[in-house]
């Protein structure tokens, strides 16, 4: 089955540690990104990578970091820099073509406790 | 890149067509007009993408003046169902890549 996986759905953290949020694809997408959606609001992009061992920051990367070693995953670690991580975590991709379709996936609700 | 504005939040019946406009002023040359829905504790899922004048399919229609500084989506006959909210997005492909930056877009609540 075709898609983009998340793990895991949920995850606590204890105030201090950094953890990595784990999303792979295999659609064989160029393009993956990552956001942060909080209570009632829009998705704010953190990071973005159009291609293996390339990534962009985007509006909030503050606290965050990526790496993109193999073409198809993209995984986020929010460190203990990070002031505020409790959110919403999703991950998509898109191929390079005309048509901007990114396919998300399923998120990662993360708690810091 | 474009910078796009939208409603915050729309209310509908029901049965009627639904019509969200998109204003974006600095559009470029290349940029390309696409438009997502996303249910609550789900990821956004594309509905329609356009260049210019009116693309439609199954769920919705795309209208695009010849300016291009706005887009309006419009859904016919609305359900219960299509309590969402809705994003406009602006842009296209470029050598650094294209962001997919998606904005609050607009909460559309449609009710019986």
């Known amino acids: 089955d075709g898609g983009i996986t998340q793990s895991p759905k949920y995850l606590f953290r204890k105030e201090g540690q950094n953890v990595t949020l784990s999303c792979e694809q295999n659609?064989?997408?160029?393009?993956m990104y990552w956001y942060r959606q909080d209570p009632g609001q829009g998705l704010r992009l953190i990071y973005y990578?159009?291609?293996?061992?390339?990534?962009q920051k985007g509006d909030i990367a503050e606290g965050y970091s990526v790496s993109r070693e193999k073409k198809e995953s993209f995984p986020l670690t929010v460190t203990s820099a990070q002031k505020n991580p409790t959110a919403f975590y999703l991950c998509?991709?898109?191929?390079?073509?005309?048509?901007?379709?990114?396919?998300f996936g399923q998120g990662t609700r993360l708690t810091v406790v | 890149l474009a910078k796009t504005t939208q409603p915050i939040s729309m209310d509908s019946y029901e049965g009627q067509e639904v019509n969200i406009t998109c204003s974006h002023n600095?559009?470029?040359?290349?940029?390309?007009i696409t438009w997502y829905q996303q249910f609550p504790s789900q990821g956004p899922r594309f509905i329609i993408q356009?260049?210019?004048t009116k693309v439609t399919n199954e769920v919705a229609s795309l209208f695009i003046p010849a300016d291009r500084k706005s887009s309006t989506l419009s859904l016919p006959r609305v359900s219960l169902s299509d309590t969402a909210v809705y994003y406009c997005?602006?842009?296209?492909?470029?050598?650094?890549?294209?962001?997919?930056?998606f904005g609050k877009g607009t909460s559309l609540l449609v009710t019986p």
């Open positions: 998509a991709s898109r191929s390079s073509g005309t048509v901007i379709e990114a396919f």
């Open positions: 659609l064989n997408h160029d393009a």
């Open positions: 990578s159009q291609i293996v061992n390339d990534f």
């Open positions: 600095n559009i470029a040359t290349n940029d390309y």
């Open positions: 356009g260049y210019k």
């Open positions: 997005l602006v842009g296209s492909n470029s050598n650094s890549g294209y962001a997919l930056n």
